[in-house]
């Protein structure tokens, strides 16, 4: 019951989020993109204008919400997926109220579809709450004096997602024929001068586009190709961050017969190199779990995962409350390896832009990954929806660079400095989790109160003089 009514309580209380879009984003005469092979050519387009196809690399959060707003802002592109099919691996997703605006201006349609699809918390009164932080220790404070306290803000909305249901309300948005599956990128070779790229699949067959848009993630081809030539190759492999994180995603009921009236409502549990994060999903019928150990040594093992046991697991969280221990081996005992990219100098080159993971993956503390890839997208299809010819493309990459990269690399230090504060790393805060809290009701403001409109004005504005500049 107390499932039923949150949702109810939430659907209510968003009865303006249709309203959110403006005129803006309002969708034009959408045309249905074709792929890359049966394209006509840039010069047989019906108008005075060279015609702009765009190959979208991967299909993860990304890529999807950049081509749901290359619909709606008519740009033709096609999507080069590597995997057989539509990827329903995954666990849960956070989403700030940044992120929901963002997919209102990408598409009213697609943030309504996500309202049926998220969860809240499960207590109607903490609706406004982000996580309520607690002490990893056992007793989880209590022999402190310590009681969850919230942190959060009146502009947020807890909201969270299976990462499956999000991509399946993406993927409903597209039509089949602009995706390509079996797609792994191996090369990609630009010709700015002629306004076509090359791509090269591991299948052996090549296609060509006006320009490519890498969503393929941190480990993806595309940075490679972009920092490599602009002069920073020292920033194309990613970072390892410090820390491995152990996910699992059980059941409401599992997390509510261990952790009683700490389960439900989105928790974060801090302490001495460890941080865990619960918080439901799935309509509220599953608990997602990201556990995080943190640690001096480099990742030593060839992969980024990592198999142990569950000896190793319960090692890592020895100073942790063991009710929160036993929910967190209820998860397949293999540690996932967290690297990010602190530092990249330029998201595009030539024909070739980065978007989402492949230009700035980061550190999951301040549930920004997914977010920022969604404002990415937002900014980057509105940008492209107001380019006529393949010779504006540099001054429409350079806006979008000019715009998202300042914003996106601010979110990756906050968050790597973010994780130092809960495993109380940070010697300003330790283990004083009074001030922990009260930085944390402070420091997400500038991420979730940020101004997309304004930001869609300032890369029409930048394009446009980087446009007359040429």
Same mark, same amino acid.
């Given at each position: 019951?107390? @499932?039923?009514?949150? %949702? ?21 005469? +959408? ?10 050519? =840039? ?50 997703? !956070? ?68 990462? %499956? ?8 948005? +597209? ?7 079996? $797609?792994? @990128?191996?090369?990609? =070779? ?6 076509? *790229? ?21 480990? !993806?081809?595309?940075?490679? *190709? ?15 961050? !410090? $820390? ?19 389960? !439900?409502?989105? $928790? ?38 990592? %198999? *142990? ?42 024909? @070739?832009?980065?978007?989402?993971? /492949? ?47 300042? %914003?996106?690399?601010? +979110?990756?230090?906050? /968050?790597?400095?973010?994780?130092? +504060? ?15 809290? $009260? ?32």
């Amino acid at each position: 019951m107390g @499932v039923v009514l949150s %949702r109810l309580w939430r659907l209510l209380g968003r009865s303006l989020s249709s309203k959110v879009a403006t005129s803006a984003q309002a969708p034009t005469n +959408i045309k249905s993109a074709e792929s890359v092979e049966s394209c006509p050519s =840039q010069s047989s387009t019906s108008s005075a204008n060279s015609f702009i196809h765009i190959a979208i690399v991967g299909s993860g959060i990304g890529g999807l919400s950049l081509a749901v707003g290359c619909l709606r802002n008519n740009v033709s592109f096609t999507i080069y997926e590597s995997a057989a099919q539509y990827s329903v691996i995954g666990a849960g997703v !956070g989403l700030g109220p940044n992120a929901l605006r963002a997919m209102a201006l990408i598409s009213p349609e697609l943030r309504g579809l996500y309202d049926t699809i998220s969860s809240g918390n499960l207590s109607q009164d903490k609706l406004h709450v982000a996580m309520e932080a607690l002490y990893a220790e056992p007793g989880f404070g209590s022999n402190r004096g310590w009681t969850p306290q919230p942190f959060g803000a009146p502009c947020y909305e807890r909201t969270s997602a299976h990462r %499956r249901d999000l991509l399946n309300i993406l993927t409903s948005q +597209i039509p089949a024929n602009v995706v390509q599956f079996n $797609k792994r @990128v191996t090369e990609i =070779q630009q010709f700015p001068d002629e306004g076509r *790229v090359v791509l090269s699949f591991a299948d052996g067959t090549t296609a060509t586009a006006t320009a490519v848009i890498g969503c393929d993630g941190v480990k !993806g081809v595309s940075r490679g *190709v972009v920092l490599s030539p602009a002069g920073h190759p020292e920033e194309v492999a990613p970072v390892f961050s !410090g $820390k491995y994180a152990y996910r699992s995603i059980v059941p409401m009921a599992t997390a509510e017969r261990l952790l009683g009236d700490y389960a !439900g409502d989105a $928790k974060c549990f801090n302490g001495p190199n460890v941080n865990v994060m619960t918080y439901p999903i799935s309509s509220g019928t599953e608990c997602n779990i990201v556990a995080c150990k943190f640690t001096d040594a480099p990742w030593m093992h060839p992969q980024w995962t990592h %198999r *142990v046991t569950e000896e190793a697991v319960r090692a890592d969280f020895s100073n942790v409350d063991e009710r929160l221990v036993t929910l967190i081996t209820c998860a397949e005992p293999v540690q996932w390896a967290l690297h990010h990219h602190i530092q990249t100098s330029i998201y595009y080159h030539g024909l @070739v832009c980065l978007l989402g993971d /492949s230009a700035h993956a980061t550190t999951p503390h301040q549930a920004s990954g997914a977010s920022m890839s969604i404002e990415d997208a937002l900014i980057l299809s509105h940008v492209l929806g107001v380019v006529n010819d393949w010779k504006e493309l540099s001054a429409a990459f350079a806006a979008y660079d000019a715009v998202r990269r300042p %914003r996106a690399q601010r +979110i990756v230090r906050t /968050s790597q400095e973010l994780g130092a +504060i809960y495993a109380c790393q940070d010697p300003h805060y330790g283990e004083d989790m009074g001030k922990i809290v $009260k930085n944390l009701n402070e420091r997400f403001l500038w991420i979730w109160e940020h101004d997309l409109g304004a930001d869609m004005k300032s890369v029409r504005s930048i394009f446009k003089e980087k446009k007359s500049e040429a």
